[in-house]
């Protein structure tokens, strides 16, 4: 690829807005996923505190 | 679920396989254009987009039939899921193709069919996300989206023959054709592959999002359970 060839700046801008686009994109999908596991994680451990204390464990 | 988890490191494997050497063969190896010259480098990553644009978005349209016929549970799952990444893969092949036609075309851009059609479809998105956040009620929300994603794929034909059916500035294409392509292999080679990364990264992100999505669901379940026991 030649740097110095005309409007190379559309070239290396098209790439750099793909590139912030998708990794966006990704970073957003990953967060809410991570948020998700992690409050379904904590709702387990409410229902089993809450299964502990009323006396029914396996329930 | 426990497919998915075999299955989503592979995935990713080969999207990163993918975008190296597609990248590689389209930044390092491919010639430039004799007329565009290096501006054809674009293509690499503007094509593949509008590619998966409408790809997701057929996506969309299938799982949405399948929502309001057969009633699968995962099917408007998986449509709602898909939405934010075929807005971005849209979004994406306009800005792209914005930035390729300014010095090609000597202009950002023009209403002819295939970009206004282009246009459309990223309208389509928003408004099949927006439905989602509006309504509370996710199975009057699914069956609203469904019918918009379905009723919108008309769109996507249009955006296909555009440029057979009308007078476009834009080329017509040059891919997927009866008689053939009509790239030389050393520049088609590079857009396949592109195109293959882009189909895999939605792969990749669609499986993450439908699990988030279930999970979300769950979480909603539990949350309307604890607070009709409490009342």
């Not at chain 2, 990553?45 to 057929?58: K, N």
């Not at chain 2, 800005?95 to 479809?121: E, H, I, N, Q, Y």
């Not at chain 2, 054709?177 to 939605?202: E, K, N, Q, V, W």
């Amino acid at each position: 690829m030649d740097f110095s060839a005309p409007h190379m700046s559309f070239v290396i801008s098209s790439y750099a807005v793909t590139f912030v686009v998708l990794g966006a994109l990704a970073v957003w999908i990953f967060a809410r996923a991570r948020s998700v596991t992690r409050r379904l994680q904590q709702l387990d451990d409410e229902g089993a505190e809450r299964r502990r204390k009323s006396g029914h464990p396996q329930a | 679920m426990r497919l998915q988890s075999t299955v989503q490191p592979w995935v990713w494997i080969i999207t990163f396989a993918l975008f190296g050497v597609g990248l590689f063969l389209g930044l390092a190896r491919a010639p430039a254009d004799y007329q565009q010259g290096e501006t054809v480098r674009i293509m690499y990553v503007h094509v593949p987009a509008a590619w998966s644009a409408l790809m997701v978005y057929t996506v969309m349209a299938v799982a949405s039939i399948i929502g309001i016929v057969f009633r699968h549970p995962l099917a408007d799952i998986a449509a709602k899921a898909a939405a934010p990444i075929g807005a971005a893969f849209c979004f994406l092949a306009l800005a792209t193709g914005s930035l390729w036609g300014k010095p090609m075309w000597g202009t950002w851009w023009v209403w002819d069919a295939r970009l206004t059609s282009m246009f459309v479809l990223l309208l389509l998105y928003l408004g099949y996300m927006a439905i989602w956040q509006a309504i509370d009620d996710p199975r009057r929300a699914s069956r609203i989206a469904a019918i918009v994603a379905i009723v919108g794929f008309i769109n996507v034909p249009i955006v296909k023959f555009s440029v057979d059916w009308w007078y476009s500035l834009h080329q017509p294409a040059s891919v997927f054709r009866t008689d053939g392509p009509t790239i030389h292999p050393s520049i088609l080679t590079p857009l396949l592959i592109m195109g293959l990364a882009y189909s895999f990264l939605f792969l990749a992100l669609h499986l993450i999002s439908i699990r988030s999505e279930i999970g979300a669901r769950r979480i909603r379940q539990t949350e309307l359970a604890r607070t009709g026991a409490l009342q």
